[in-house]
Structure formats: structure tokens, C-alpha cells
């Protein structure tokens, strides 16, 4: 029995090891590559391991493209302000839903769902004709309103789920005491669902972060450009490309990444988690 149970072990670790190195390989790739010379990323049998390491494409990322950190400025921007009211939205939001029950909450709940069925492009015609319409087409604050609405429908959901999970009889306290619902809501219920608030916020901060398609379809002046398409637009040349250079680009770009995973993944599972076996 004891052998048959480490036999198990022994697959599941070996299974866990492949997969881990089938994930993490176009990751080391990148950051290889980025250590190479441009000659070298370009040969016809790649070398996994650079033959003479160099650090050139980071000094002149850091150096001579300077439209690089303009994106990388825009990004932070774009993508913490999306954060911001994002979590503002998906909390009252989330809120109505959990505690209003009407006629029409199985509508609403159904409506949010679908939304999630249908691929970004196919309402990209559609948000750029709005967006012209309101003048906001070239501005951050249209990206920022468009990756809002985008990532509104399973926020809104999971902060649900979280008020689903908070006793009634807390809010009933507190409305004996006197407290209005608002007071209710932000100094009483709130801090109960701190997780489901981290795990909302990272997730809007990490989807904008990524986004390539609205940025590339709202936003054509390049000062205003994020990362995702102002890297495609730039430095993704039509006849050839500086691998180096660009795998430098990706590096330094997941930096943000990495650390906000580093300092708030057990957070941020802990609130996908929870969301998802509340209510």
C-alpha cells in the first residue's frame, strides 16, 4: 500500500514538474532572449542559453526610448484608475444585488452572465461609434470608462457573492443604532469583505494591464497610447523586428506584475476563492 501510495506521489510530482515547466518556459524564453544580442536571437538553432550575455538592450530601453516610459506612464494611469472605480462600482453594485430583491434580479443576473459569452470585438464597432458620439475617442478617460463597463459584469458578480455571505442581522444591528443604509454599507459591511475588494481591484488592475484591443482601437494619438499597443505600434516592424529589445520590453513590463502577485496572490485566491463557494 505504501509503495502503491508513493508511486502516486511520484506521478503527480513528475505531472506537476511538466506542467510548471510547459507554463514558466516562454517566460525564461523571453527573459533569455533579452540577454542575447540581436544577432543571436535571430539564429536558425536557437541557443536556450545566451553565448555572450549582454545587458545592451537595457541601457538603451532605458536610454534612447523614451517613448517606451510614456506608455508605461499611461499604463499605470489607465490601469489604476480603471481599478479605482471599478471596485467603487462593483461594490454598490454588488451590493444592490445582494441585498434588493425584486422582480427583475434573475433578469439582471442573467444579463450580467451573457454579457461574458461574447468576445471583446464583437462590440468594438459599436463602443467606437459611442465613444465618437461623446467625444471621447483619443482621451483616457473613454479607455478607462470602455475597460470599466467591460470589467463591470464579473466584478459585480463577485462582490455579490461576497455581501451574499455577510449575516443580515450585522446590518440590522447597525440600523438600530441609528445608522443610515450608506453608513451601513461603507463602515460596517465593507470591512467584511475586504478579500472580495483586493481580489476585484487586482483583477481590474491585471486585465486593463493586458489589454491590447481597446487601447489599439479608442486611442491613435501615440502620447496617450499604453503599453500593449504602443510597443505593437512602435517597435513591431513590418520587415524586421529587434528581439532583444522587444523581449526587454516584456520583461520590465511584467516587473509590475510580479510583484503585485508576489506581495497579493494569497489575497487575491483567498477572494476568488471565497467568492465563489458564498451564497
Given amino acids: 500500500m505504501k509503495r502503491q501510495e508513493l508511486g502516486l506521489n511520484i506521478i503527480k510530482y513528475v505531472a506537476l514538474f511538466i506542467i510548471l515547466l510547459f507554463l514558466l ?25 545566451p553565448a555572450e550575455p549582454t545587458v545592451q ?9 523614451n517613448d517606451f516610459f510614456v506608455y508605461y506612464k499611461n499604463n499605470f494611469i489607465v490601469s489604476g484608475a480603471t481599478a479605482l472605480i471599478t471596485t467603487v462600482l462593483a461594490i454598490l453594485s454588488g451590493y444592490a444585488l445582494s441585498r434588493f430583491h425584486f422582480r427583475w434580479n434573475a ?8 454579457s461574458q459569452m461574447f468576445p471583446v470585438v464583437s462590440r468594438m464597432i459599436s463602443l467606437y461609434d459611442l465613444m465618437n458620439k461623446m467625444h471621447l475617442i483619443n482621451t483616457h478617460p473613454g479607455l478607462i470608462f470602455a475597460l470599466t463597463a467591460a470589467m463591470l459584469p464579473f466584478t459585480v458578480m463577485l462582490m455579490s457573492s461576497f455581501f451574499d455571505g455577510v449575516p443580515r442581522e450585522v446590518e440590522e444591528a447597525a440600523y438600530v443604532d441609528g445608522a443610515s443604509r450608506l453608513q451601513v454599507l461603507w463602515r460596517i459591511v465593507t470591512p467584511l469583505v475586504k478579500p472580495g475588494m483586493l481580489a476585484v481591484a487586482i483583477y481590474a488592475f ?13 486611442i ?25 529589445l522587444i523581449n526587454t520590453i516584456s520583461i520590465v513590463g511584467t516587473v509590475p506584475m510580479l510583484i503585485l502577485f508576489f506581495f497579493f496572490q494569497k489575497y487575491m485566491v483567498k477572494g476568488l476563492v471565497a467568492g465563489a463557494v458564498k451564497g
Fill in 107 to 114: 433578469w439582471v443576473t442573467a444579463a450580467l452572465l451573457s
Fill in 220 to 244: 491613435q494619438n501615440d502620447a496617450l497610447r499604453t503599453m500593449s499597443a504602443g510597443v505593437a505600434m512602435r517597435y513591431l516592424g513590418e520587415l524586421s523586428y529587434d528581439w532583444s
Fill in 57 to 65: 538592450s537595457y541601457i538603451n530601453l532605458f536610454t534612447k526610448n
Fill in 25 to 49: 518556459f516562454p517566460l525564461y524564453w523571453v527573459l533569455m532572449t533579452s540577454f542575447k544580442t540581436n544577432m543571436e536571437a535571430y539564429r536558425s538553432v536557437p541557443t536556450f542559453i
Fill in 206 to 218: 491585471l486585465m486593463t494591464w493586458d489589454d491590447y484591443l481597446h487601447a489599439v482601437t479608442l
